[in-house]
Nanobody
Framework: QVQLVESGGGLVQPGGSLRLSCVGS????????MAWYRQAPGKQERDFVA????????DYAPFVEGRFTITRDNGKNTVYLQMNRLQPEDTAVYFC?????????WGQGTQVTVSS
């Protein structure tokens, strides 16, 4: 059974930084393209944020391009999201999953709140 555990969120002021982590169990991340998604307050859908392929090619949503960096450590079965120059509109619950999001279950996510 695939389990995903996201962590690293918190409250940060505009312009600040956070580093999110996603650890998986029951699955070998190394065999999948992985991604981060986010669900903003009041929205039902999750939006794509960033992805990293099995050969570490990366792609980003336009609204985070140049500010966020996705990386992976297959030995630790972990995917990271370094978030810099955070803005209030980045406030959301952040999740990881495959790209596309084909793991049957999602983790609890990690809350990121950007506010002064």
């Amino acid at each position: 059974q695939v389990q995903l555990v996201e962590s690293g969120g918190g409250l940060v002021q505009p312009g600040g930084s956070l580093r999110l982590s996603c650890v998986g169990s029951g699955v070998a991340f190394s065999t999948y393209n992985m991604a981060w998604y986010r669900q903003a307050p009041g929205k039902q859908e999750r939006d794509f944020v960033a992805r990293i392929t099995t050969n570490t090619k990366t792609d980003y949503a336009p609204f985070v391009e140049g500010r966020f960096t996705i990386t992976r450590d297959n030995g630790k079965n972990t995917v990271y999201l370094q978030m810099n120059r955070l803005q209030p509109e980045d406030t959301a619950v952040y999740f990881c999953n495959r790209f596309p999001p084909l793991f049957p279950s999602w983790g609890q996510g990690t809350q990121v709140t950007v506010s002064s």
